[in-house]
């Protein structure tokens, strides 16, 4: 059973930067498809970024692309979330999760395991 806990949300000022955490326990990091998603109120929850096992190949979804970096650490088996530029409409609950191998990284229903959230509120 992986257990994921995110961390890094906080209120920000338009323009500024956090970076997320995901720390995984009972299993590796880079064993899994690791996703990065949210969920504004009001809406549904949507992908954001997601990093393969193999290669580490990265994808975003376009509103986050050239301002969000996902990456991995191995050793200590982190997904970060480096996000810069922030807009008020990246204020959302996030939440990190891992998926096997053969999902869809976008498909949030293929991911079996999910973190509790973090929340990021960007304020104008």
């Known amino acids: 059973q992986v257990q994921l806990v995110e961390s890094g949300g906080g209120l920000v000022q338009a323009g500024g930067s956090l970076r997320l955490s995901c720390a995984a326990s009972?299993?590796?990091?880079?064993?899994?498809?690791m996703g990065w998603f949210r969920q504004a109120p009001g809406k549904e929850r949507e992908f954001v970024a997601a990093?393969?096992?193999?290669?580490?190949?990265?994808y975003y979804t376009d509103s986050v692309k050239g301002r969000f970096t996902i990456s991995r650490d191995n050793l200590e088996n982190t997904v970060y979330l480096q996000m810069n530029s922030l807009k008020p409409e990246d204020t959302a609950l996030y939440y990190c999760?891992?998926?096997?191998?053969?999902?869809?990284?976008?498909?949030?229903?293929?991911?079996?395991?999910w973190g509790q959230g973090t929340q990021v509120t960007v304020s104008s």
């Open positions: 990093i393969l096992r193999s290669m580490g190949i990265t």
């Open positions: 999760a891992a998926a096997p191998g053969s999902t869809y990284y976008r498909d949030q229903h293929g991911y079996r395991y």
């Open positions: 009972g299993g590796t990091v880079s064993s899994y498809i």
